[in-house]
Every structure is written in C-alpha cells, then in structure tokens.
C-alpha cells in the first residue's frame, strides 16, 4: 500500500501556546489527498490540535479504502473515506463508527457534474442507456449518483456500463471517445472542462438529495472506547478548523497544494468542498437510501446506527 508521511505547517504550529512533547497524545490519522482534508491541514499549521493536547500525525493515503483498511488493521487511529464506503462497511459488519463530517455535496456549489463530449448527441438520461462510463472505484458515489439520475429522469440505469479507470486517464479517454459519458469531481473535472472539448449534461448527485454528507472521519469501535477522550477532542478541533476553512478558501490554498500535489492554481480555481460541522444523520440516510435501491447494500439501515453521539 502506498503512502507518503506529510508533516504540515511546523513553523506555525511552533508559534501556538508551549505544550511540552512529553504532554501531547499521539493520534495517527489518515486521508487521501482531497479538498475536504484541508480542516486538518489548517488546524495542524495554526497549532489547533496542539493547543487541545494532540499530536497528529497524519499519513497520506491513495484512496478511502486504504484509509479504511490501514484503520481496521490498526496502524491508523482515525481516518476519512467515502460515505459510500463507509455505509457499505457497515453492512458488512465492520466496527466503524463515524466521528466527525468531512465533505458535504451542496446543489448550490457542486463538487461534481457529469460531463459528454461537446459534440456528442447524448442529450438525455435515455441517451445513456447502453452506454459506458468510466469511473475511479465501482460501487461508490459517482455510479450510484448516476444511476439515481438516469433512473430518475427517464433511461435504464441497469444498461449502464461502468468500468473502473485512473482519474487521470479519464479525459483522454472522453476525448477520443473510448468512453461516452463520465460523472467525476475536482481536480480533474476542472481539466476536462478547461479542455473545452465536454459539455455538461447533469448535476447527477442531485437525484440523491440537494445536500448530504460525502465523506466522514470514523473510528474503530474499540479505539473510541479506549480513547473517547481524544476523539472528543479531535472532533472539536475539526469542527472549529471547518468553520475557518469554509470561510477562509484562498488562504487554504497552499496548504492543500503541499499535501496533495496539485498546481495552486487548479485548487485556486476548482469548487471547493464545503465541510460539515455537525454529525447530522439527515445528511447521510439518503445515501443509505440510494445504495440499498442500486443494490450496494442488501437493506437500508437507520443512520444513527453508526454514529458517535
């Protein structure tokens, strides 16, 4: 499993409130490189979880399911993964429990679209049956997303074909039409729409609900219980960093091009994630919903069944 180690913002964190090494607890935590780790970032520069007595080391990871397996195998304290991922855990039985938002889907400002080539004749949710799609991981948002919308307005979403590709071979593979249609989010839906070559044809999380909660931090269920202090203090600081970044996006700039690689200016101009503040269950039974519907899980469960509260 590949990984890099990434330290943030030392200098600033040097300049919080001296609390002695000997004194800080250790949290070991873990993300993939997306928009809505920038809380963390943040609250890591400004010294916000040293001044709560933590020390987080954070670990970037490739994906939400490295995430997930590397906080199950207990090399990793707390980490953040995909709602859908997180839902399909715990139908499995996995003992995750979630502990704090992360990225939120809002109609208003949305962090993902689905996109056809410029001059394609899909026009419609019935133009996409039988066609393929491409998407980073199957079985997560952006398919059920799509099927939800395509279902919704008219075309059989069970005639879809989904294949799974590198996010970033998927603009090349719109452009010289190996694929038809794609539902994608930041960073590369930017490229792909600063291409000028796609056009878009829907907001496809919409048929899910106008505003739900796409990814979260989460725990083990022995960790929280061994350790509910530091989780209580963990989801303080991300909710206080949370409301900072929301309000705060080009100042977050450079933090989140450190830690996840990608030109200033392509964070700069993309639709940034609004994070959540409050573990709401409304925000995440749609999902549940969905999933059950497109056969992800076997059946829908109440949300507040793994929550912390």
């Not at 729409?193 to 048929?207: E, I, Q, T, W, Y």
């Not at 039974?285 to 059946?299: G, M, N, S, T, V």
Request: aromatic letters at 6%; hydrophobic letters at 45%; glycine letters at 6%.
């Amino acid at each position: 499993m590949k990984r890099r180690d990434v330290v943030i913002g030392l200098a600033a964190a040097a300049a919080a409130p001296s609390v002695a090494a000997a004194d800080l607890a250790v949290v070991r935590v873990a993300s993939a490189a997306d928009d809505d780790v920038t809380p963390v970032l943040y609250a890591q520069s400004a010294g916000l979880f040293r001044k709560a007595g933590l020390e987080i080391r954070l670990t970037r990871m490739n994906s939400g399911a490295a995430t997930a397996a590397a906080v199950a195998g207990g090399s990793i304290d707390i980490g953040k993964s995909s709602m859908m991922a997180l839902i399909a855990a715990h139908a499995r039985g996995v003992p995750f429990t979630l502990i704090a938002p992360s990225g939120l889907y809002q109609t208003q400002t949305p962090s993902a679209l689905l996109v056809v080539p410029k001059n394609s004749p899909i026009k419609s949710a019935k133009d996409l049956d039988g066609k393929t799609m491409p998407t980073t991981s199957l079985r997560e948002l952006m398919q059920i997303a799509t099927y939800a919308w395509v279902d919704q307005n008219g075309g059989d979403w069970r005639s879809i074909n989904f294949i799974e590709m590198p996010a970033s071979a998927i603009p090349a593979a719109l452009d010289d039409g190996r694929v038809d249609a794609t539902t994608l989010n930041y960073p590369v839906l930017q490229k792909i729409l600063d291409s000028g070559k796609a056009r878009v044809l829907a907001k496809p999380m919409d048929a899910i609900a106008p505003e739900f909660m796409i990814a979260a931090w989460f725990a083990t269920n022995d960790y929280i219980a061994k350790h509910r202090s530091l989780v209580d203090r963990f989801r303080a600081v991300l909710r206080e960093a949370a409301q900072y970044v929301n309000t705060h996006r080009p100042q977050t700039v450079g933090l989140l091009a450190s830690f996840s690689g990608m030109e200033p200016e392509t964070i700069a101009k993309m639709q940034r994630v609004t994070t959540g503040t409050t573990l709401d269950p409304r925000l995440v039974q749609p999902l549940i919903e969905a999933a059950a519907k497109y056969h992800i899980i076997d059946k829908a469960f109440d949300a507040r069944d793994f929550m912390l509260r």
